[in-house]
């Protein structure tokens, strides 16, 4: 049993050098200037124990966007665990999810560096999402008839926001426009949905923002 746990947490440390390799290389090249053996050169590993891991080179930049997203979703977990009204979770979610799509430096810089092609964006986890629904509707809350079609609309509502205002034919006022669409479509009054949308994200949150801000110019 020691020596699988052995082996196990030597293949998780193998594993985090490869992607932590990854993840500098590209900030500091660009992924056309990157081989698979200048991954494994950095993290100090045989060119062969790559393919323990990772088929290819997207493979192990698609590793680093899950690292990011892993901050993402604890960053986001800190933020809403001193709130206890499902309304203001949700409000506060939407919130911190739209800016950070719009405005995580790390991850955005990292997939116009990293070349990958298709639809990668910051949101909360699915599951979450549901269970925040679900809790709100046993609070009285929210009103929804189909819980399951309600995530399905908002992560829609969300994916579609983000995308449009990357491309231009948004403005970031669409951000909080579909905070308070998503919170009265759950049953909340306008009024209501008006007053959490305009209250600010705690400090730690923009924060880590800065912070991420300034990783990034010394990684470059």
């Not at 045989?46 to 088929?55: M, S």
């Not at 690292?67 to 933020?79: H, M, V």
């Not at 990668?120 to 929210?142: M, P, T, W």
């Not at 819980?147 to 995308?163: E, K, M, P, Y």
Request: aromatic residues 8%; proline residues 3%.
């Amino acid at each position: 049993m020691n020596d699988i746990k052995r082996t196990n947490r030597k293949r998780e440390r193998t594993r985090a050098a490869l992607v932590n390799a990854a993840r500098k290389l590209v900030f500091s090249r660009g992924q056309e200037k990157i081989s698979i053996q200048d991954i494994t050169d950095a993290a100090d590993v045989g060119l062969g124990t790559f393919y323990n891991y990772f088929e290819t080179k997207s493979m192990a930049f698609e590793a680093v966007l899950e690292q990011i997203r892993g901050q993402f979703t604890a960053d986001l977990n800190q933020l809403r665990e001193p709130l206890k009204d499902p309304a203001t979770v949700m409000a506060f979610t939407l919130q911190y999810c739209f800016t950070q799509a719009q405005d995580n430096q790390e991850w955005n810089t990292f997939l116009t560096y990293s070349g990958l092609s298709g639809e990668y964006l910051l949101h909360q986890d699915e599951d979450q999402l549901l269970a925040d629904i679900q809790r709100g509707v046993k609070a009285g809350r929210f009103k929804a008839d189909d819980i399951n079609f309600t995530q399905s609309l908002i992560l829609g509502i969300v994916r579609h926001i983000n995308q449009e205002i990357r491309q231009g034919r948004l403005t970031r006022s669409a951000m909080a426009e579909a905070t308070r669409h998503i919170l009265r479509m759950l049953g909340l009054p306008d009024q209501v949905a008006k007053s959490l949308t305009q209250s600010p994200l705690p400090p730690v949150v923009v924060a880590r923002g800065a912070e991420t801000g300034a990783n990034l110019r010394s990684a470059l």
